[in-house]
């Protein structure tokens, strides 16, 4: 079940699942969720169904007594995915896009979401997986969705790596957070600032710090345990952010590294590099 706040991405979120091959339903009455899932009828894929305030006979105690139901009398697997988004970029894509909150047709914008966010809050408490979009364009948005929901064979953990620039904020999809501040900072060396971590002379800079094989051995030993415990649990997705000042130098060197260490280790990555994919500097 997708749900969550207006705004946040349900459509889209919905449509990335049929892409990934799941049957998607949005604003299915609650009532008609029993006689839709049946287990070995019906339906052959996977199924997505969307609800939210619009959807009729909506109500928290009923969305969550339709999960219970379906868990324990239909023994299904039955998780909640919740959406989220920051109320000033709610307001500002009903804006955009001229939409009309569904709660704020005699009030204003703001307060509607307000409402809106008090009436979903124990659905938000009770999600298996809440997924913030407030800084996640589409493209970023789909990943993440790939990453927990895709459906091509027994994925296995996908481990995500990833660098950022900390004045540009903190991840929000992150599970775990490591801070490179505390390396040599190769853009105060003129030959280096123009480069990234990418490049080979920023990466043996990045290397030849002191500190740099500690944390390295460091980082290493945490994750070896980590990993095949977080698959053990049933994690499908798993994102390991490494930031710096800038989100160019140190980082990206360092999440290049990583990526690499897992990889040859048997582990499926995928690798990005928030700021240079954004063109930051």
Known sequence: MVTGMSGAGKTLALKALEDLGWEAVDNLPLSLVGSLV??????????????????RDFGVESVLAAIDRLMAERGLDVRLLFLDCDDDV???RFTETRRRHPLAADRPLLDGIHHERTLVSPLRARADLLIDTTSQPPGEFKRVLTGHFGLEGD?????FVTSFAYRNGLPREADLVLDARFLANPHYVAELK?????DQAVADYVAADPAFANFMDSVTHLLEPLLPRFAAEGKSYLTIAFGCTGGRHRSVAIAERIAGWLREHGSRVELRHRELDEGGS
């Open 194 to 198: 123009p480069l990234t971590g990418k």
């Open 90 to 92: 709610l307001c500002r």
């Open 38 to 55: 049946r287990p070995g009828e019906g339906v052959p894929r996977p199924l997505a169904i969307g609800v939210d305030i619009r959807t």
């Open 155 to 159: 994925r296995g953990l996908v481990v």
